[in-house]
């Protein structure tokens, strides 16, 4: 520090959000971060500094003749000074400088990002490293993190128990493909021949073939034989051979599980009022960041948000559904007829007929759903109690159902799929004092591209996985 007369004042450690709130005004203080934007003018210099813990950088006033001391953009400096009130109507307080130190120096030439620029998000996801560095990511990160805990919050306030469900399961879930089988690397030949004699024959660690979860449904339903309600976040795992604009190999899924239901609609209730309260929480808590994405990155957005929070969601029923597409004029790719399958593009319309408010469509072909599905036991067109949430610009945000609960319907369905055994455990939920209980999943990025307008998934997540991508 240069002057004695500073050093002998208390020096506060300020984040960029605290100093600008303006309560540390006239108190001398030190903050750390990164150089946003430099101006020069005839005596001063003007840095914007930000660190990360809010959107509106903080205003650095500095002495003209530290121009050449490599104060560029993106360098990471350290600074103590006074905060004082600033004369321009731009912001509230300013940092006035007695001591600057470039902790990381930056080469403005070579760095990816150019000052003042709004790069596209195409641009800036070729590095994953260096993308938190932007105003647009670094408010992504920030709206994540408090969405994550505006979801915390919502199960926590409504009697919901977190699970922690496992990563790494001996169970597939849905009943299909999409695995990323779990087995220890084996480095060279001596320990391969090492694990092989330790083994004893059995090729697998854990004496059974394992994967990365595809959902945590199997160990929260589990669970909701013995809690009222339970859920779990966390991240799951799909090897989908997909490049879309909606599929991660990994993505963070919400899941809740609730005991001593019947009815879908109480599990539909749950869908809405998480997605509002939580949205609602993102508005208030975030609002500046969240500002950002409805300016620039998808102008005229937050009418889409705040259409979505004001309405009563729609339920049509799968087959209502069929022959809405049945009577559109708009031709699709796919087949419309019942028993197919809902693709994007059917979603994206029916939410469109549903004026762009969120649809469920409930009641799905039986043989379209997974083993644990509840049979509706209707027929001819034998349906099962599945619902699906689609929200517009995504398409499916939500999968859930009434899980099927009667022991003699459930083992015969597992045994035509030859999963009898396998699921001998899932069936002694049903021996012992078994529950009707339903529940569902919500993908934690499509969410957040719903409510930011974002077009591609992997512009919502930190370090995007997919076919072909593991960057860092
Ligand atoms: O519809 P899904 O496959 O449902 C399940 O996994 C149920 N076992 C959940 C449950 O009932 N507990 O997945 C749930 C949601 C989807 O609606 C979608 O939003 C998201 O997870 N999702 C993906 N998000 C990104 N990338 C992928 N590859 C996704 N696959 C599903
Ligand atoms: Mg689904």
């Given amino acids: 520090c240069s002057s004695r007369h500073y050093c002998q004042k208390q ?15 006239g108190s001398h203080i030190r903050i750390q971060g990164w150089v946003r934007s430099v101006r020069s003018q005839k005596e001063h210099l003007f840095l914007h500094v930000n660190d990360g813990t809010c959107l509106q950088p903080l205003q650095v006033v500095a002495s003209s003749d530290l121009q050449d001391r490599g104060l560029t953009f993106g360098s990471a400096i350290d600074v103590t000074g006074s905060l004082e009130k600033s004369p321009s109507k731009k912001q509230n307080v300013e940092l006035h400088a007695r001591h600057i130190e470039v902790t990381g120096a ?13 790069h596209l998000m195409e641009y800036t996801r070729q590095f994953p490293h260096l993308r938190c560095r932007t105003n647009t990511f ?11 805990s505006a979801i915390q919050s919502f199960f926590k306030d409504n009697g919901f128990t977190q699970i922690h469900t496992p990563v790494i399961t001996s169970n597939d879930c849905e009943g299909a493909g999409d695995l990323f089988q779990v087995e220890p690397a084996r480095r060279d030949k001596q320990q391969q021949q090492q694990q092989e004699e330790e083994e004893e024959g059995n090729p697998h660690f854990f004496s059974v073939p394992t994967y990365l979860t595809v959902s945590g449904q199997l160990h ?28 991660l190999a990994e993505f963070y899924m919400v899941e809740a599980e609730i005991a001593f239901t019947e009815s879908l609609e109480d599990v539909m209730r749950v869908m809405e009022n998480l997605f509002k ?8 808590h975030c609002a500046e960041d969240v500002e950002l994405f409805h300016k620039y990155v998808t102008p005229g957005h937050r009418g889409q948000v705040d259409l979505m929070l004001s309405r009563k969601f729609n339920v049509i029923s ?12 708009q031709t699709f790719t796919f087949p419309t007829e019942w028993g197919c399958d809902l693709q994007t593009e059917h979603e994206k319309y029916l939410v469109k007929h549903c004026g762009n408010v969120p649809v469920f469509v409930t009641d799905y072909p039986y043989d379209l759903k997974p083993f644990y599905a509840r049979d509706n036991q209707d027929r001819p067109q034998h349906t099962a109690a599945a619902v699906d ?9 939500c999968g859930g159902s009434l899980r099927e609960e009667r022991l003699d319907l459930l083992r015969n369905r597992l045994a035509q799929a030859g999963l009898e055994d396998a699921y001998k455990w899932y069936l002694q939920l049903r021996e012992f004092g078994s529950v009707p209980h339903g529940g569902f999943g919500m993908g934690f990025e499509r969410y957040l591209q719903c409510i930011l307008g974002v077009d591609n998934i992997k512009d919502v997540i930190p ?3 997919f076919s072909h991508s593991c960057l860092l």
């Fill in 11 to 25: 020096l506060k450690n300020l984040s960029v959000r605290d100093a600008l709130s303006s309560e540390a005004l």
């Fill in 277 to 284: 309260a939580s949205t609602e929480h993102l508005l208030t």
């Fill in 463 to 465: 370090f995007p996985r």
């Fill in 106 to 118: 930056c080469d403005p030439i070579e760095f990816p990002f150019k000052i003042k620029e709004r």
């Fill in 220 to 247: 929260l339903e589990v669970m909701a034989g013995a809690f009222p309600a339970v859920y779990t976040f966390g991240p799951t795992f799909r090897a989908e051979n997909s490049q879309s604009r909606r599929h």
């Fill in 389 to 397: 949430l689609l929200v517009p610009g995504v398409g499916e945000l």
């Fill in 138 to 148: 670094s408010a992504l990160l920030r709206i994540r993190s408090e969405a994550t």
């Fill in 318 to 329: 799968y087959t209502e559904a069929i022959d809405i597409l049945n009577r559109s004029s």
